[in-house]
């Protein structure tokens, strides 16, 4: 017999970056973060996992490729997960013992992967939601993140719609790091956001080892951590709740620009934003000193890719001046919104 259970999970785009860890086993970070989830339509990862007595090992499939299963962070997700089934088969012994079987995992990513796109965050999330859905667990998905996030940090962030925060936490063995929702998508369903595809190679310098080398490099770095991130976690969850636009588009970008420049201070230094990028910066800040107010954000994480978080009444104006002004960039892809997608092109 084989069980299975499938599930999708969205993309997470961080308006206040993570970058920077004080446990890399755990993925424990330096600083609390908080992202917008978007819409599943367009960028999502689809997962399903079983498990069979007739599976020789576990295993892992991502977009038709046998990915290596070995790793911590794989090897993390499935033992807490297979530990939460064991706790309910001991409960119950009419359960079937599915803790003790060989997983299966066959993942698809509806976009390029390690773009900067945040496939890690989508994909592990997905795991983590399939095999917990597999094996039934009752558990929260606050719960859950607390698995996600040992996976890809960012990943805790994708088991919840709408607008999600990562609390830091402070103890050591990560209990009390984990995801939470700030407020659903319904709460401020006029939120869009565009993403403009500048290139879809796969990245110079991953996450993982560039926080790194940031924490360890970089002497403006813990200004950042210790100081800039804690009061603008304050302002922006204030920011979304009140759905001001213009002060969530201030701290947006100022983070973003924030986090690059610590990795320009890394030695040697990251580059993950290229002329592309400073261009569609250019084009947003032109944007709103046109009309006055902040109506357009812009966002990058580690890659050229822009984010452009803007509102649903501006869309003409904002997707408009960005084609206009960006003429000739290839890759103008897709417009992700809070409800759909569209082709821009
Ligand atoms: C720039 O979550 O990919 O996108 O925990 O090592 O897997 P690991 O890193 P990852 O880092 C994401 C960094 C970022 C900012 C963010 O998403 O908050």
Not at 166 to 192: F, I, T, Y
Not at 208 to 231: C, D
Not at 273 to 296: F, T
Not at 297 to 317: C, I, R, S
Request: charged share 20%.
């Amino acid at each position: 017999k084989i069980y299975t259970a499938s599930t999708t999970a969205p993309v997470n785009i961080a308006v206040i970056k993570y970058w920077g860890k004080r446990d890399t086993k755990l993925n424990l970070p330096t600083n609390s973060s908080l992202s917008v989830t978007l819409s599943q339509d367009d960028l999502r990862t689809h997962t399903t996992a079983a498990c069979s007595s007739q599976f020789s090992a576990d295993s892992l499939i991502l977009n038709g490729e046998p990915q290596d299963v070995s790793g911590a962070r794989q090897q993390a997700c499935f033992r807490e997960l297979r530990s939460l089934r064991a706790a309910l088969e001991a409960a119950d012994p009419s359960l079937p013992k599915l803790s003790t079987l060989p997983l299966k995992i066959v993942s698809e990513n509806n976009f390029p992967t390690a773009a900067g796109l945040a496939s890690s965050a989508a994909g592990f999330a997905a795991l983590v939601r399939a095999i917990a859905d597999l094996y039934q667990l009752p558990q929260s998905p606050t719960e859950l993140s607390r698995i996600a996030r040992q996976g890809s940090g960012s990943a805790c962030r994708s088991l919840f719609g709408g607008y999600v925060s990562w609390e830091q936490g402070e103890a050591a063995n990560g209990s009390d790091s984990l995801a939470l929702e700030v407020a659903p998508a319904s709460h401020w369903p006029q939120m869009r956001a565009a993403i403009l595809v500048v290139s879809a190679a796969k990245k110079g310098v991953s996450s993982t080892s560039g926080m790194q080398a940031t924490v360890a490099t970089s002497a403006l770095f813990p200004h950042r951590a210790n100081v800039v991130v804690p009061e603008r976690m304050v302002q922006m969850k204030q920011a979304i709740r009140d759905r001001d636009f213009e002060t969530f588009a201030d701290l947006t970008m100022r983070d973003s620009n924030q986090f690059h420049a610590v990795c320009l201070d890394t030695s040697p230094p990251i580059f993950y934003m290229n002329d592309v990028s400073r261009a569609a910066i250019r084009v947003v800040e032109e944007i709103n000193r046109l009309a006055g107010k902040r109506v357009a954000a812009y966002t990058f994480d580690a890659g050229p890719n822009a984010v452009v978080y803007y509102l649903d009444e501006n869309e003409d104006l904002v997707l408009g001046s960005l084609k206009g002004g960006l003429k000739g960039v290839p890759g103008w892809r897709a417009s992700v919104t809070a409800e759909g997608v569209q082709g821009l092109d």
